[in-house]
């Protein structure tokens, strides 16, 4: 094993591989990416006032590496909660909580190594499906060569 860090080469599918372009800023493309929750937290709309959860997301690497994702999910209509709910549970790996304890859920979202798919709807809206869990914790060498990172 070397000291490179264990999510710098993964990549799940080739046709997901972001195209090996040069980053200019901007927007990341629509793709797999390999991210670490670096906020997350309960907001408003601007205009509207409405209540939005916003996730910040930190890409690892290799491409776009320290970039932001942003994921706001407003929450102005009941299947909005359930979104919000699942993607929830999917990064914590729990349903037993309330949306009274949602600031202490959000903390808890922080930090964690996921596998997200950036991608833009047919509206032009970009959407964040969460994949996985990447179990990782830093300057933890992987136990198993078979981990795809």
Aim: charged letters at 30%; one cysteine or more.
């Amino acid at each position: 094993m070397t000291d490179q860090h264990p999510l710098s080469n993964y990549a799940t599918d080739e046709e997901q591989k972001v195209e090996d372009t040069e980053d200019f800023g901007g927007e990341v493309p629509d793709a797999n990416y390999q991210v670490r929750v670096d906020a997350a937290r309960m907001t408003e709309t601007h205009e509207e006032h409405k209540p939005m959860i916003v996730f910040e997301f930190e890409i690892e690497g290799p491409k776009y590496k320290s970039r932001k994702i942003w994921d706001n999910n407003v929450m102005g209509h009941p299947v909005s909660f359930d979104v919000v709910a699942n993607k929830i549970h999917k990064i914590i790996g729990r349903r037993d909580w309330k949306w009274t304890q949602l600031g202490e859920v959000l903390n808890e979202c922080l930090d964690k190594y996921l596998e997200i798919r950036k991608y833009t709807n047919k509206d032009g809206y970009q959407n964040i499906n969460v994949i996985k869990v990447i179990d990782y914790t830093p300057g933890e060498t992987p136990e198993s060569d078979d981990i795809p990172f």
